[in-house]
């Protein structure tokens, strides 16, 4: 099994920025890559941005591209959402997922059915 825990979000005035993070533990070396969801109210969950495990591929939301960065530590198996230029339609419960699965696509990284593993989420509030 693998644990995840995200950190870092809160309330943030349109323009800012946050960054998130999710510690994994446990069969780290089971993992294949990790992303990050997210979930706003009365709506559907919806991939935001995705990283192999070696950090070489990233795949992203075009709603999020040239604003948003994943990153990954290795070393911390920990992994990071750098959030810039938010707006108030970025106001969602972020939460980060972790997959055992082989993908080598947008589509199977972008799909929340191929990960197995999830965090419990984190408040991210923007205000206009």
């Known amino acids: 099994q693998v644990q995840l825990v995200e950190s870092g979000g809160g309330l943030v005035q349109a323009g800012g920025s946050l960054r998130l993070s999710c510690a994994a533990s446990?069969?780290?070396?089971?993992?294949?890559?990790m992303g990050w969801f997210r979930q706003a109210p009365g709506k559907e969950r919806e991939f935001v941005e995705a990283i192999s495990w070696s950090g070489s591929s990233t795949y992203y939301a075009d709603s999020v591209k040239g604003r948003f960065t994943i990153s990954r530590d290795n070393a911390k198996n920990t992994v990071y959402l750098q959030m810039n230029s938010l707006k108030p339609e970025d106001t969602a419960v972020y939460y980060c997922a972790a997959s055992s699965n082989y993908c080598s696509s947008y589509g199977c990284y972008a799909t929340a059915g191929r990960y197995n593993y999830w965090g419990q989420g984190t408040q991210v509030t923007v205000s206009a």
């Open positions: 446990g069969r780290t070396f089971t993992i294949y890559h």
